[in-house]
């Protein structure tokens, strides 16, 4: 069974606090997503390892450390995705990005993939799908799916707030996929949002409500 890990830097509980709040607009609401986005890819990127490499200061030769194993390639689940995005790339600004569009057919509730674009070496890559609400747990293990059809092996998922209920059906279909999360909320409720949660994430980053 894969990992879930809920980061609990202070930084990161204060900045969801604040987003949580209901009078927080748009443009505070995108800057902290973004924030906690790079805040958290911190926290992710903590194990990756090193190797040594050797270079030349202006003092002369040395070895040094550098990171390496497979590149990061950041997937930003549409929409809401996109708002965590720049504040990956802020931490891993060598990233590739590859995204994914789809929608679940309202009568069949199968998953149809209309955009997929992706780095042509994507296989060889290690994947951070990224979105801010892990709800029912369906986009996350969509994406999942979309990514492993083309050879991915290593993927991981980073989401602001979590629901036990998406933990689980994520921790189901994908048992080798570590979730990474900012909270762990208390549940999903009839309507589909997560409680106490944050609202609709994406009419929220984009001020669409
Ligand atoms: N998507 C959202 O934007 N909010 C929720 O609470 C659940 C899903």
């Known amino acids: 069974m894969g990992k879930f890990v809920v980061l609990d830097h202070p930084l990161i509980q204060h900045k969801l606090t604040i987003i949580r709040r ?22 992710i990127t903590r194990d990756l390892p090193l190797e040594d490499v050797e270079i030349e200061t202006p003092m002369g030769k040395t070895v040094q450390k550098e990171i390496a194993g ?30 994914i569009g789809m929608y679940r057919d309202e009568k069949t509730l199968k998953p149809h993939e209309y955009f997929f674009k992706a780095p042509k070496d994507i ?8 979105d801010p609400m892990l709800a029912t747990g369906g986009s996350a293990n969509d994406a999942i799916a979309a990514l492993k059809k083309r050879g991915v092996k290593e993927i991981k998922l980073a989401v602001l707030v979590a629901a036990p209920e998406g933990i689980k059906a994520v921790q189901k279909e994908n048992p080798d ?10 549940k999903l409720m009839d309507n589909g949002y997560i409680f106490p949660g944050l609202g ?7 001020g669409t409500k």
């Open 177 to 186: 996929v570590d979730i990474y999360a900012a909270a762990e909320d208390e």
């Open 70 to 99: 497979k590149k990061l390639t950041i997937v930003p689940i549409l929409r809401a995705g996109m708002g965590m995005l720049n504040g990956v790339l802020e931490m891993v600004p060598s990233a590739k990005i590859a995204v």
């Open 123 to 130: 296989a060889e890559r290690e994947c951070l799908v990224v």
């Open 200 to 206: 609709d994430a994406g009419d929220r980053l984009f």
């Open 22 to 43: 209901k009078d927080t607009g748009s443009n505070e609401f995108r800057r902290i997503v973004g924030e906690i986005g790079g805040l958290m890819t911190y926290e």
